[in-house]
């Protein structure tokens, strides 16, 4: 069974850092490309970023391009978001998201990074 | 960019209703399109890829179709369960692009 897990988030300033953690389990992680994919509270959804299998490629959004950046270790069967000078429009729920031939097809439950002051 | 704009934001339906919900590209993606349900604080689940191909699992009253830059998300008889929010997703070109949403409400 596809299980992805997600764990980081918290309470930080502005301007602070956080890492996000998404375990991975049930699937051979290597060969698939990951997404981070985020919600701000009452809002849409917001695709974040990208890796490729064998990090060949990441993508970014705008938003949050030079600020964030996404990887991957495929020892640990685990995805990450390192996210720097954090502000109050990056609050909201980041997932985690598995993408196959048949796009976003699992997603982990969420963890909420909170920006405020 | 690629926009999708998608509509309406929000309906009314009852149980038993058939309800469509469309996304239109800002620019032809040819198949590479999808539709996500979500629930109140819950993960979004794919229903439908590649436009209309009905993802395992998910019941046969959902349907998608369209091609290019016109999309639907059709479902047929709406059952208590599909009281939600549904997005479409662009995956042709990066940055991928989430619809605005539309909340499917009673």
């Known amino acids: 069974e596809v299980q992805l897990v997600e764990s980081g988030g918290g309470l930080v300033k502005p301007g602070g850092s956080l890492r996000l953690s998404c375990a991975a389990s049930g699937f051979t992680f290597s060969s698939y490309t990951m997404n981070w994919v985020r919600q701000a509270p009452g809002k849409g959804l917001e695709w974040v970023s990208s890796i490729s299998s064998s990090s060949n490629y990441m993508f970014y959004a705008d938003s949050v391009k030079g600020r964030f950046t996404i990887s991957r270790d495929d020892a640990k069967n685990s995805l990450y978001l390192q996210m720097n000078s954090l502000r109050a429009e990056d609050t909201a729920v980041y997932y985690c998201?598995?993408?196959?031939?048949?796009?976003?097809?699992?997603w982990g439950q969420g963890t909420l990074v909170t920006v405020s002051s | 960019a690629i926009q999708m704009t998608q509509s309406p934001s929000s309906l009314s339906a009852s149980v038993g209703d058939r309800v469509t919900i469309t996304c239109r590209a800002s620019q032809g993606i040819r198949n590479d399109l999808g539709w996500f349900q979500q629930k109140p604080g819950k993960a979004p689940k794919l229903l439908i890829y590649a436009a209309s191909t009905l993802q395992s699992g998910v019941p046969s009253r959902f349907s998608g179709s369209g091609s290019g830059a016109d999309f639907t998300l059709t479902i047929s008889s709406l059952q208590p369960e599909d009281f939600a929010t549904y997005y479409c997703?662009?995956?042709?070109?990066?940055?991928?692009?989430f619809g605005q949403g539309t909340k499917v409400e009673i």
């Open positions: 997703l662009q995956d042709s070109n990066f940055p991928r692009t």
């Open positions: 998201a598995k993408e196959d031939s048949s796009g976003m097809s699992y």
